[in-house]
Nanobody, 113 residues
Framework: QVQVVESGGGLVQAGGSLRLSCAAS????????MAWFRQAPGKEREFVAR????????DYADSVKGRFTISRDNAKNTGYLQMNSLKPEDTAVYYC??????WGQGTQVTVSS
């Protein structure tokens, strides 16, 4: 069964950038669409962005459109979320999800004002 591990979270000032990575085990990463979700304290987990298996189609939540970019490198079994112009309201645990297969354990992103 494929498993994913997120990395790249941390503390950043408002207006800064971070790049999250989602590393998948196994040889089947390219078979799955991938998405990022996030969950802030006291809130429901929410959709952030998704990308199809080939990387040719992407979709974003309105709250991050124009600031975040999702991408993937199937040769490296890794997906990414580039986050620019970060805001305090982006503070959350960010989760990688391979559609129908696996959730990661999450990585904390904290944006200070």
């Amino acid at each position: 069964q494929v498993q994913v591990v997120e990395s790249g979270g941390g503390l950043v000032q408002a207006g800064g950038s971070l790049r999250l990575s989602c590393a998948a085990s196994g040889h089947t990463f390219s078979q799955y669409a991938m998405a990022w979700f996030r969950q802030a304290p006291g809130k429901e987990r929410e959709f952030v962005a998704r990308i199809n298996w080939s990387g040719t189609s992407t979709d974003y939540a309105d709250s991050v459109k124009g600031r975040f970019t999702i991408s993937r490198d199937n040769a490296k079994n890794t997906g990414y979320l580039q986050m620019n112009s970060l805001k305090p309201e982006d503070t959350a645990v960010y989760y990688c999800y391979l559609a129908g297969a696996s959730w990661g354990q999450g990585t904390q992103v904290t944006v200070s004002s």
